[in-house]
């Protein structure tokens, strides 16, 4: 009687110890590690400041390194993606075929094809719309999905010059998604690198790990920078990111309690179109909604109340360092010269106090507009996908019901309106009130309207 085959967890851990042997024998360094579950586990107690991992880049994949390789096969312009992701992209679609490729160890390790469709650009449309009404992730997913597609049209067209055989658009689509959610840039140029075991690493904040390039030993380095028992997940940070960004570049998901920095600030964002302009909400202490509010009360006083505008996409995010501490925004601590025009304005006949009154009473309401614009989950049980989703959308909604309630105790407190009170207070998470009231006191007192 044959033995039955090994289970999907030995092989699993098989391909681990392969990798991790390979990573030695190029002279790397592997400590008390391994995969379980797709994710980075500590098979022994680790102490804070331990070496985790020292990879060679002789094991690593660089766009400059496969570059020259790639370009000297085809030769195309990507319209869409960042032409090293889609270098690196090309490559591995290329090599992964190859049983002598030496990274074949890492290869192993790599989700299998169609892995990635928990990406909301691999959703269907119909649940895009019904998952992620009123968010703007259905627009850049859509985009995502044709961008990627052009890209592969034109190195199709490319490949086919070269008389080279076609790479299937869902295996472009798979390497494409490897790279966005697994590469490190490193170094002044941005460098991107996919780095074996590393990227085994999922996000969390604040950091409990930190990675670099070690330019004397040639190799990537991780270390702990908190203790972990064994069996516990050792965790990387990709940076301070709304929980947005997460669903559409990785896949995933975090509950605002934990994408909230020490400070209490949460980095969940969400843009609103406020007199033809952006204003991008985020939950935090008075030093960031102060200055939120500013800017979306001066939108609202320019003019307009719309919320028109392209859809916001995420750029700003891309370019972020991890290297800037907790990776916090600088949301600033108010404009000095608009608190001296107010206070002028004030002197001269009163007409701040109405005026703020009436930008916090069209903020209010175009905060509502965008609240009834969200489409609820469905009934449970949730599919993760599901689940995902209505994390973003309801941390989405607890963002503008704060600035909402914010806007409306402004108006309470100028004695133009009903003050706080209404609205949905089960979208708030503990210590929002306080934050409330607190950002109100502080933007009166910085009017000198109190």
């Known amino acids: 009687m044959a033995p039955p085959p090994p289970s999907k967890k030995a092989k699993a851990a098989s391909a681990f110890e392969e990798c991790a042997d390979w990573i030695r024998s190029e002279g790397g360094h592997v400590g008390p590690v391994s995969i379980s579950s797709g994710a980075l586990v500590a098979t022994s107690p680790i102490a804070n400041s331990s070496r985790l991992l020292s990879v060679p880049l002789s094991c690593c994949i660089s766009s400059s390194a496969v570059s020259s390789q790639i370009h000297s096969l085809v030769s195309f312009a990507p319209s869409f993606a960042d032409p090293a992701d889609t270098v ?43 998952l992620l009404g009123g968010t703007s992730l259905p627009a850049l997913a859509r985009a995502e999905r044709a961008g990627v597609g052009a890209d592969h049209a034109l190195l199709s067209a490319s490949l086919s010059a070269a008389s080279l055989p076609p790479i299937p658009l869902p295996l472009f689509s798979w390497a494409h998604a490897v790279v966005s959610s ?108 102060c200055s939120v509010l500013s800017e979306g009360l001066g939108a609202c006083s320019e003019g307009g109340g719309g919320g028109g505008g392209e859809v916001a996409g995420f750029d700003d995010f891309e370019e972020e360092e991890e290297e800037e501490g907790e ?50 989950p469905p009934p449970p049980p ?15 909604m607890r963002a503008c019901e704060f600035y909402r309630r914010i806007a409306e105790s402004l108006t309470g407190r100028l004695g133009e309106g009903a003050g706080g009170g209404g609205g949905d207070a089960g979208l708030l998470e503990g210590g929002d009130e306080r934050m409330i009231e607190e950002t109100v006191d502080a933007f009166l007192k910085m009017k000198s309207l109190q």
């Open 88 to 130: 690196l992209a090309t490559f591995l679609c290329l090599d992964r075929s190859n049983a002598a490729s030496p990274f074949a160890p890492y290869y192993a390790l790599l989700p299998p094809l169609g892995g990635y469709a928990d990406l909301p650009r691999c959703w269907p449309d119909a649940d895009l719309d019904l």
């Open 182 to 289: 697994r590469s490190f840039c490193f170094g002044a140029s941005d460098e991107a690198f996919l780095v074996p075991l590393l990227c085994a690493a999922n996000h969390r904040r604040p950091r409990g790990a930190s990675y670099a390039v070690d330019d004397a030993k040639g190799a990537v380095e991780f270390s702990a920078l908190r203790e972990y028992p064994e069996g516990g997940e050792v965790w990387n940070s990709y940076g301070a990111k709304p929980g947005s960004y997460l669903l559409l570049k990785y896949g995933f998901a975090l509950d605002p309690g934990d994408n909230t920095e020490p400070d209490g600030s949460c980095n969940d964002t969400v843009d609103v179109g406020v007199g033809g302009r952006e204003v991008r909400l985020r939950v935090g202490g008075k030093a960031y909604a």
């Open 327 to 376: 990776g916090e925004f600088d949301w600033g601590e108010g404009d000095e010269e608009d608190e001296e025009g107010d206070d002028e304005e004030e002197e001269g006949g009163g007409g701040g106090r109405e005026q703020i009154s009436a930008a916090a009473t069209k903020f209010a309401a175009l905060l509502q507009a965008k609240l009834d614009s969200y489409v609820g």
């Open 382 to 396: 949730l599919s993760s996908r599901a689940a995902a989703a209505a994390l973003v959308v309801r941390s989405e």
